[in-house]
């Protein structure tokens, strides 16, 4: 799992001081965990993205942003309470979950927001 400073962020997330609008950068769509290292929730989280990042290797990215370090990129988020989960689609929007989620609730929110293809609609 990646650790993601502010530029690196840019470079594969999302362009924040440029676009208005979110435009994702990624080749995979990725999950983003805003954390800290003396919350106690984030470091019930993150064993579960270590699975997570092993299991759905190659589908989807994991990273990780330390809001100490990163207060910048954490206030362009409006993180407020940590952990903050942001899941990424390739396409659309993407989504904020706050708090330690389980891991079936973790596996649920890629099936449906982050691996679903859109289904194309075919013209006749």
């Known amino acids: 799992m990646e650790h993601l400073t502010k530029q690196t962020f840019i470079e594969k997330v999302f362009n924040y001081e440029i676009n208005k609008e979110w435009k994702f950068e990624g080749e995979l769509p990725c999950i983003i965990d ?3 290292d003396w919350c106690q929730p984030c470091k019930m989280v993150a064993p579960i993205l270590e699975e997570l990042s092993e299991e759905y290797k ?3 990215n994991i990273y990780k942003v330390n809001t100490e370090a990163e ?3 954490a206030a362009a988020f409006g993180i407020r309470s940590i ?3 942001l899941f990424c689609p ?3 929007q993407p989504q904020m979950a706050q708090g330690a989620l389980p891991k079936d609730t973790f596996k649920q929110v ?3 927001v982050l691996l679903k293809e859109k289904a194309e609609v075919k013209a006749n």
């Open 58 to 60: 190659g589908k989807i």
């Open 71 to 73: 207060q910048e990129l």
């Open 34 to 36: 805003f954390y800290a």
């Open 90 to 92: 390739k396409d659309g």
């Open 83 to 85: 952990p903050s989960l």
């Open 110 to 112: 890629i099936e449906d």
